[in-house]
C-alpha cells in the first residue's frame, strides 16, 4: 500500500516514521502545502492519503483524491460546516475515514459514554476539560467536541465554552480548554453529582497512538478499495475510527 502524507508538522513525522517500520506500507511522499508543496508533485501511484495538515488544504486533497480515486483518512479537525459538506460529497466519490481522534482508547470512551449518560444525565452536572499543548491552534478540540456530540446528541443541554461572570448553573454542560507545555492531548468527562464524582478520562502519553490509528485506518480503507475492485458492493463512503477498530 502506498500512502502520502499531506502535513510535515510533528504528527506528520511521526506518521512517517511508524510507516517506515511497517513492511506493508510505502510512503511515496510527505508533503507542506505551506511551501507550495501538492500531492501532484508525487511521480509514484498514491493509494491513500493521510491528512494531518490543517482545513486550508481540503480543497487540494479532494481534487487529488477524486482525479485518482484513492482514499483518504482526515484527522485534521476545525472544518466549516461547509468544508464537511464538501468532506460528506466527496466520499461519494472515494472512501473517506474521519475522526477527531484515532486512539482507541478515545474509541472505547465514547462506547462508555453512550452507555452511562442516559442514568446520569438527569442527576449529575456534566463538564468537559480538555488539555493540548501550546501550539495547537483550534479550541475546544475536535476530540471534545465529538464527546459532546456523544453526550448530548439530541442538543438538550445547552453547551457553554469556557465560563466568566456571574450566573447560576442552567442545563447546561461545559466545555474547557486548556493550553500549555508539550502536553500531547487530555480529555476528562466529569459527572459530578451530590456527595459523588465519576471522573471518564484519557491521556495520551505520545502522538504514536494517534499516527497508530492513523495508519490502520490507511489499512482500513486500502482493503476496501481492494475488495471494490472485483465486487459489487460499493466501498465508498464515510467511515469513523470505530468501524475502522471495532467492524
Request: hydrophobic content about 40%; some cysteine.
Amino acid at each position: 500500500m502506498n500512502i502520502a502524507i499531506v502535513g510535515k508538522g510533528a504528527m506528520g513525522k511521526v506518521l512517517e516514521e511508524l510507516a517506515e517500520k511497517k513492511a506493508e506500507i510505502n510512503c511515496v511522499g510527505i508533503i507542506e502545502p505551506l511551501k507550495g508543496e501538492k500531492l501532484n508533485d508525487i511521480d509514484e501511484k498514491i493509494d491513500v492519503i493521510i491528512d494531518f495538515s490543517n482545513p486550508g488544504n481540503l480543497n487540494m486533497i479532494e481534487e487529488f483524491a477524486r482525479e485518482n480515486a484513492c482514499g483518504v483518512v482526515i484527522a485534521t479537525t476545525g472544518f466549516s460546516e461547509k468544508q464537511r459538506q464538501q468532506i460528506l460529497e466527496l466520499s461519494q466519490r472515494v472512501p473517506v475515514v474521519k475522526a477527531a481522534n484515532f486512539s482507541l482508547g478515545i474509541a472505547v470512551m465514547k462506547r462508555i459514554l453512550k452507555q452511562i449518560t442516559p442514568s446520569l444525565k438527569e442527576n449529575f452536572d456534566i463538564e468537559i476539560i480538555e488539555k493540548h499543548h501550546n501550539k495547537k491552534l483550534d479550541s475546544p478540540s475536535g476530540t471534545a467536541k465529538m464527546l459532546a456530540e456523544v453526550i448530548n446528541p439530541e442538543r438538550e443541554f445547552e453547551q457553554i465554552y469556557g465560563r466568566e461572570g456571574n450566573g447560576k448553573r442552567g442545563k447546561e454542560i461545559g466545555i474547557h480548554a486548556v493550553r500549555g507545555g508539550t502536553i500531547a492531548g487530555e480529555h476528562t468527562v466529569l459527572f459530578a453529582g451530590e456527595d459523588e464524582v465519576l471522573e471518564i478520562k484519557h491521556t495520551a502519553a505520545s502522538k504514536k497512538i494517534f499516527a497508530s490509528g492513523a495508519l490502520r485506518a490507511a489499512e482500513f480503507l486500502f482493503e476496501k478499495i481492494k475488495s471494490g475492485t472485483n465486487s459489487k458492493d460499493g466501498v465508498n463512503g464515510l467511515y469513523d475510527i470505530e468501524q475502522v477498530l471495532f467492524l
